[in-house]
């Protein structure tokens, strides 16, 4: 009995986009995978008929391709995800080493329904205890059947299909047969895959061309008659369509991006797949700038501010930078509309936020964007509504006949200030 692990396809067999429920698509089965997850849905073109022994056609099926590699009993146990017996998976099996639009009489086949069987739950499969090896339809069988006796290099087709329910499943090997081995990405020294590198292409646009390349010797090793093949999307990973015409300079999608790179057994068609990323660097982390407040010495709200007041606040040290300044976000991002050094706020009295991006002035790109704000604050004054001198009057009561008493000059504060904030008062004695 074969060696059962969590070999996880789950990413491969959930995509929409390609459907294994053709014969000339079907899934290579290799290594000695169990597969999770496993979904079966339409049917594509119909390639079965009601001539085959278990008659039944395909309602939503998946395509498997066996190749054996050493010889002995073949079987398997399909289990639902879902338990519920209104699921219900049929399958047949067709071969050895047919083609595709001659796949013949299935050799393997059943298509017992376990609700209407009265089975005692939905699972199927073939193995070594059942005599027969063919049943159904409907209420015809127990849902498993004999397993097989397979012979070296030989190939077969396993066609899945789930004509009544929803639900995923996942396949179990059994018997002493094998499987041709996986082809596998070595990384001996398990050296971290992912590349950085800094955007300095001449476009700053966090994209420039990596060598993803770079690990094919180490990832091949001393494998035999492998090929490895690059790619723009997982899908074409998958499905080993529009290998990347030139991998040794190929710019990233997005920051950060994914190298997509797939190897297959040239001789069995076995293949494995792997990611890694790809990663712009910017070293540029600017420092905080501080806020700009000036006073409204001329009474209109309006002050020019010496916005490059912050350079050296966002330069945080790094002499090969560059400050620039904008009144958007959006504008300090695409670069367009500087402004100042010298600025005038634009609306008096209100707070204005302004935008700083620092940049290398040479080599690698890459930014880094600070905001602060401008302000004119209006100057303080004196509130009198009854415009009357302001005057303290009081008789001499300390018991000293000397016309001297002592005041407290605050009184007059709360009307002064009125509805001003952050006002302080200081008194002196002369002007
Ligand atoms: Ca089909
Ligand atoms: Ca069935
Ligand atoms: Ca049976
Ligand atoms: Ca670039």
């Known amino acids: 009995m074969k060696t059962t692990y969590g ?26 995978a169990s597969y999770r997850g496993l979904n079966a849905t339409g049917i594509g073109v119909q390639e079965l008929d009601f001539s085959n022994p278990c008659h039944s056609v395909e309602h939503n099926s998946l395509w498997l391709k066996i190749l054996i590699k050493d010889g002995g009993t073949l079987g398997f146990v399909l289990t639902p995800d879902s338990p519920d017996m209104v699921v219900d998976f049929d399958f047949w099996i067709f071969g050895p080493d047919v083609a595709c639009d001659s796949i013949g009489q299935a050799v393997r086949c059943s298509t017992t329904n376990p609700l209407q069987s009265g089975g005692p739950n939905n699972l199927t499969g073939m193995n070594d205890i059942e005599p027969d090896i063919a049943e159904g339809p409907g209420t015809h069988g127990n849902s498993f059947i004999n397993w097989m006796t397979v012979q070296d290099d030989e190939t077969y087709y ?13 396949l179990h090997w059994t018997g002493t047969a094998t499987f041709h081995d996986l082809p596998f990405f070595n990384n001996p020294d398990d050296i971290p895959l992912d590349m950085s590198q800094c955007d300095q292409d001449g476009v700053d646009d966090h994209s420039t061309a990596f060598d993803i390349t770079a690990y094919a010797n180490m990832f091949i090793g001393s494998q035999n008659d492998v090929l490895l093949t690059y790619h723009a999307s997982s899908n074409d990973m998958t499905t080993g369509d529009n290998p990347l015409s030139n991998p040794e300079s190929y710019p990233n999608a997005a920051n950060p991006g994914i190298a997509y790179l797939r190897m297959t057994n040239t001789i069995t068609g076995c293949f494995e797949t792997l990611t890694f990323g790809l990663n712009i660097t910017s070293d540029i982390v600017a420092g905080e700038p501080g806020n700009l407040a000036q006073c409204d010495t001329n009474g209109n709200g309006l002050q020019v501010f010496d916005l490059s007041q912050n350079d050296d606040e966002i330069k945080n040290g790094d002499n090969g930078t560059v400050v620039t300044y904008y009144r958007t976000q959006q504008n300090a991002i695409d670069k367009v509309e500087a402004i100042g050094p010298l600025y005038q706020n634009n609306v008096a009295y209100a707070e204005e936020t302004i935008w700083g991006r620092l940049e290398n002035s040479t080599g690698c790109f890459g930014h880094d964007l600070k905001s602060f704000t401008i302000k004119v ?20 009561d300390d018991l000293i006949d000397d016309n001297s008493a002592e005041f407290d000059l605050t009184v007059f504060e709360p009307m002064f200030t009125g509805s001003q904030t952050d006002i302080l008062f200081t008194y002196h004695t002369t002007d």
């Open 7 to 32: 070999f996880i396809l789950l990413f491969l067999f959930s995509l929409t986009s390609y459907s294994q429920s053709d014969c000339p698509d079907a899934i290579i089965v290799c290594g000695d």
């Open 158 to 170: 396993l066609i899945i299909d789930r004509p009544v329910g929803s639900s995923d499943f996942s």
């Open 377 to 396: 604050i209006p100057l303080p004054t004196f509130n009198n509504q009854d415009g009357l001198l302001p005057r303290i009057t009081k008789c001499d």
